[in-house]
């Protein structure tokens, strides 16, 4: 199978040949690939290709999958509505 039709990232739309191409320049790591390509930025936030990603790392690298470092984890946040923080403001007067 080619490699541009092998969709890692489903959220981001990263093919399998976007972090190849990546790792042949240097950037092996997790968090490098994440920010350039956003894989595991998406709305599942790594759920469905974090595992894959590290997977194709270490294949990479030739080292064990344990080695391989994840991403780190930092939560969604939620908007909040500026009527919410004017009320909350009146309060304290």
């Given at each position: 199978?080619?490699?541009?039709n092998?969709?890692?990232?489903?959220?981001e739309?990263?093919?399998?040949?976007?972090?190849?191409?990546?790792?042949?320049?240097?950037?092996?790591?997790?968090?490098?690939?994440?920010?350039?390509?956003?894989?595991?930025?998406?709305?599942?936030?790594?759920?469905?290709?974090?595992?894959?990603?590290?997977?194709?790392?270490?294949?990479?690298?030739?080292?064990?999958?344990?080695?391989?470092?994840?991403?780190?984890?930092?939560?969604?946040?939620?908007?909040?509505?500026?009527?919410?923080?004017?009320?909350?403001?009146?309060?304290?007067?």
């Amino acid at each position: 199978m080619n490699e541009k039709n092998i969709i890692i990232c489903r959220c981001e739309d990263v093919t399998l040949q976007d972090i190849y191409r990546l790792m042949n320049e240097g950037y092996t790591s997790f968090e490098e690939l994440k920010r350039i390509l956003r894989i595991g930025m998406g709305p599942c936030q790594g759920n469905t290709c974090g595992q894959l990603l590290q997977r194709e790392i270490a294949k990479f690298l030739e080292v064990p999958l344990d080695q391989v470092k994840t991403q780190k984890v930092r939560p969604l946040t939620t908007g909040v509505k500026l009527k919410s923080i004017v009320e909350a403001t009146k309060n304290e007067r």
